[in-house]
């Protein structure tokens, strides 16, 4: 079964940085798309990230272009996402998926990677 397990998330003050990993295991991770969806309290999920399956192309939000980093490593089944210059707004559950394109992301996603954007 699809494995999908984020870490790297933490408080952060506004203007930090940080990187978040996804290990993923159970599906051929080299042949799908990965994004990163964030979804804030009382809020619905919001598409952060996308990367195609070889990681040569990616998209991102408005909200996190030029801060946003995503990134894929096929040979260790693991996502990333350099997050720089956070923003109080940035406040979220980070979870990663599995999606058929950019943003067609499917469930199960991972547990999730709290990060907290604070002074």
């Known amino acids: 079964q699809v494995q999908l397990v984020e870490s790297g998330g933490g408080l952060v003050q506004p203007g930090g940085s940080l990187t978040l990993s996804c290990a993923a295991s159970?599906?051929?991770?080299?042949?799908?798309?990965m994004t990163w969806v964030r979804q804030a309290p009382g809020k619905g999920p919001e598409w952060v990230s996308g990367?195609?399956?070889?990681?040569?192309?990616?998209r991102y939000t408005d909200s996190v272009k030029g801060r946003f980093t995503i990134s894929r490593d096929n040979a260790k089944n693991t996502v990333y996402l350099k997050i720089n210059s956070l923003k109080p707004e940035d406040t979220a559950l980070y979870y990663c998926a599995r999606a058929i394109g950019y943003s067609s992301y499917v469930r199960p996603w991972g547990q999730g990677t709290q990060v907290t954007v604070s002074s």
């Open positions: 990367i195609d399956p070889s990681g040569s192309i990616t």
């Open positions: 159970g599906f051929t991770f080299s042949t799908y798309y």
